[in-house]
């Protein structure tokens, strides 16, 4: 099995690299190779996805992503932008379907900006669609305006679209992911106002009625946002577009207090798949050793399960996960009186020796 490493930039070489240590232990047959992507890709080839990455990528069974980004590139044009990077592979690889859980950790209840009681054992599913709607649809850029209010002034427009086969896809993945769970869907849309999502929430209705053990019910975007802080634990699994999604997701993994623990999958039909912690590069704290390495640890252990087909290994890590919450190790993104604060390193150094114990 053949795995593509792109660290990236800021915290993305640092956070990879006990990954990494992690999947060693395990003993698995893993070939890794590594490649730069981002930043990192740009100063070194000149663009942040060179072809040899993208090439390595999509020879490869899975990814393992680390995070891209930094203030200091956000005046490049944009096609040099680090953040273009994963929308190229994202696009290229067809990486559709986005899994973001939201998981609050038992150990971390009091990590939430939210009362306890509304997160205390919350576990719930964004899936994004992440090939389609605003984020990728032509037409699209700067122009001097014919109509609208004031014509002759310069404006920019952007495409949000959907086809149905796309919506159908992502709805799929959605109603079998919630067969696994508490066979619950929220989809979430715009009907009230967008074509996009009307032809969405008809779509998914459709596709629901092969799922008859799925309760589905829609919501629009706007009250899902705030059902997310109201009441989060009434969701199962949440199924929505791509720029929808961009924004619950964050909302979500900030729930449980700590984006520094979540992972997120993205999969396309062959169950290739990117691996990366829903965090980013963190330029702020890059270098520093003080960044949360167990979001990273723990899209290693989605890898496992979704693309290599090693749903033990899997298990292992992520109770050498709890393992190591259990024993009070925080890092300072999670620190809270009364535990023992550690870096980056000395905290991928207790999973691995966690894994070692149990295994
Ligand atoms: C995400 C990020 C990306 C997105 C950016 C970096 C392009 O915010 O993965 O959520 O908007 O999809
Ligand atoms: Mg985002």
């Known amino acids: 099995m053949k795995i593509a490493v792109l660290p990236g930039d800021g915290i993305g070489t640092e956070i990879v690299a ?9 003993d698995l047959d893993l070939t890794l190779e590594t490649a730069p992507v981002g930043g990192a890709a740009f100063e070194a080839h000149g663009h942040p996805l060179p072809p040899a990455t993208l090439q390595l990528a999509m020879d490869s069974d899975a990814v393992l992503f680390g995070a891209v980004g930094d203030w200091k590139y956000d005046t490049l044009d944009r096609p040099l932008r680090p953040e273009q990077a994963i929308l190229g592979l994202r696009k290229n690889m067809g990486l559709f379907a986005n899994f973001r859980p939201a998981i609050c950790y038992q150990q971390l209840t009091d990590a939430s900006s939210l009362k306890p009681e509304l997160v205390s054992g919350l576990d719930i599913l964004i899936i994004r669609e992440l090939t389609g709607d605003i984020y ?23 495409t949000m679209r959907y086809s149905r086969p796309e919506i159908e896809r992502i709805a799929h993945v959605a109603f079998q992911a919630a067969q696994k769970r508490n066979k619950r869907v929220t989809s979430v849309d715009k009907a009230n106002v967008l074509e996009t999502f009307q032809l969405w929430k008809d779509v998914v209705s459709e596709v629901g009625k092969q799922y008859p053990d799925v309760a589905l019910d829609h919501m629009y975007v706007d009250n ?19 720029m929808f999604g961009d924004i619950l997701s964050d909302a979500a993994a900030m729930l449980t207090g700590s984006i520094g623990m979540l992972p997120s999958a993205s999969l396309n039909a062959k169950n290739q798949g990117l691996y990366e912690p829903s965090h980013g590069s963190a330029p702020d704290i890059a270098g520093k050793g003080v960044a949360n390495p167990l979001a990273t ?21 992520e109770k050498a996960v709890d393992a190591v919450l259990s024993q009070g190790l925080r890092t300072p993104d999670i620190y809270s009186a009364g535990t023992t604060k550690v870096g980056t390193r000395e ?10 114990q149990a295994s």
Not at 18 to 26: G, H, R
Not at 148 to 154: A, I
Not at 297 to 317: H, Y
């Open 18 to 26: 006990e990954a990494i240590k992690v999947l060693k232990v395990l």
């Open 136 to 158: 990728f649809g032509q037409p699209r850029g700067r122009r001097i305006a014919t109509d609208g209010h004031f014509p002759g002034s310069e404006e920019a427009f952007d």
């Open 224 to 242: 899902a946002a705030m059902q997310l802080v109201r009441a989060p634990k009434k969701f199962d699994v949440v199924v929505t577009g791509n």
């Open 297 to 317: 640890i723990l899209s290693a252990a989605m890898m496992l399960r979704f693309s290599l087909n090693q749903p033990e290994a899997a298990v292992l890590i």
């Open 347 to 356: 905290m991928g150094d207790a999973v691995v020796k966690a894994l070692a």
